[in-house]
Nanobody, 117 residues
Framework: QVQLVESGGGLVQAGGSLRLSCAAS????????MGWYRQAPGKQRELVTTMTTLYNTNYADSVKGRFTISRDNTKNTVYLQMNSLKSEDTAVYYC???????????WGQGTLVTVSS
């Protein structure tokens, strides 16, 4: 079964940038959905962004214009470029995969992003 491993989290000042990476242990297929969710302390996990079939993207209103998702299927990796970070972006960020065939869902272990104001 494919596994997802996130990296790139850390501490950054408000207004700064971070780039998260998510490497899959198996192959990512063109029609699979990849994305990022986050969970802030005391809050429910929420959608950040997904990249679905045909490379359609979906972003939470709170990150539109600041975050960008991209993927490299040749490297089985998805990225999240986060710019103009705010303190409210502080959360554990989880990578997400949903297979187009069978709809198997896989989650990464999460990577912590802390934005200091």
């Amino acid at each position: 079964q494919v596994q997802l491993v996130e990296s790139g989290g850390g501490l950054v000042q408000a207004g700064g940038s971070l780039r998260l990476s998510c490497a899959a242990s198996g192959s990512i297929f063109r029609l699979d959905t990849m994305g990022w969710y986050r969970q802030a302390p005391g809050k429910q996990r929420e959608l950040v962004t997904t990249m679905t079939t045909l490379y359609n993207t979906n972003y939470a209103d709170s990150v539109k214009g600041r975050f960008t998702i991209s993927r490299d299927n040749t490297k089985n990796t998805v990225y999240l470029q986060m710019n103009s970070l705010k303190s409210e972006d502080t959360a554990v960020y989880y990578c997400y995969l949903r297979r187009a065939i069978g709809y198997l869902e896989v989650w990464g272990q999460g990577t912590l992003v802390t934005v200091s104001s």
